[in-house]
């Protein structure tokens, strides 16, 4: 079955500085990919749309220039949290599909985010 | 209106009892139904997923769809302790364009 690989899967930064998140889809090729941010005993948010080639699609209330989105190719996609602050500090999770049809999606390991 | 709801639970049952899992959705035009597992600060990983109207089984798992009161459920038979998690019911909205998650039911089966 598909593979999505999500790296790190926790990282500490301090106040400020910026962290990048992988996602790779390991046996497949996935033109979209989906970033989801969850914070404790919530459900997950869907945070933006990463298309292969393209700008990312925001979810309203996003800010674009915090969370940066690069899908380079068809396997990779990074999201960028720049600036980090204590309330970034959530679990950060990518998910991506195989094909275009609407078939269930394959979530990433996720990465656990806390912000000091 | 929410687009995907589900109670937010805890729904606790004993070992060996069925659980009943519901969610409902607004869009209409949905075609595509999923229920995901969530172990505690675990991603989601999908066990069941119905298109058709009906029943569909796998295992001690059963989705049931119906689309006219636009309703579907998860039933768990035999359930075990490992199967306490968070349950997330997954509906694909706009035709396809986008893929909306509810907010999870907590399940506890107590051994």
């Known amino acids: 079955g598909a593979v999505v690989s999500q790296h790190p899967s926790w990282v500490i930064c301090k106040s400020g500085t910026s962290v990048k998140i992988e996602c790779r889809s390991l046996d497949f090729q996935a033109t979209t990919m989906f970033w989801y941010r969850q914070f404790p005993k919530q459900s997950l948010m869907l945070m933006a749309t990463s298309n292969e080639g393209s700008k990312a699609t925001y979810e309203q209330g996003v800010e674009k220039d915090k969370f940066l989105i690069n899908h380079a190719s068809l396997t990779l996609s990074t999201l960028t949290v720049t600036s980090a602050h204590p309330e970034d500090s959530s679990f950060y999770i990518c998910?991506?599909?195989?094909?275009?049809?609407?078939?269930?999606?394959?979530f990433g390991s996720g990465t656990r985010l806390t912000v000091v | 209106q929410k687009e995907v709801e589900q109670n937010s639970g805890p729904l606790s049952v004993p070992e060996g009892a069925i659980a009943s899992l519901n969610c409902t959705y607004s869009d209409r035009g949905s075609q595509s139904f999923f229920w995901y597992r969530q172990y505690s600060g675990k991603s989601p990983e999908l066990i069941m997923s119905i298109y058709s109207n009906g029943d569909k089984e796998d295992g001690r798992f059963t989705a049931q769809l119906n689309k006219a009161s636009q309703y579907v459920s998860l039933l768990i038979r035999d359930s075990q302790p490992s199967d306490s998690a968070t349950y997330l019911c997954?509906?694909?909205?706009?035709?396809?364009?986008?893929?909306?998650f509810g907010p999870g039911t907590r399940l506890s089966v107590l051994p």
């Open positions: 997954a509906v694909n909205v706009n035709y396809g364009q986008n893929f909306v």
């Open positions: 998910s991506a599909r195989e094909g275009t049809g609407v078939y269930g999606y394959t």
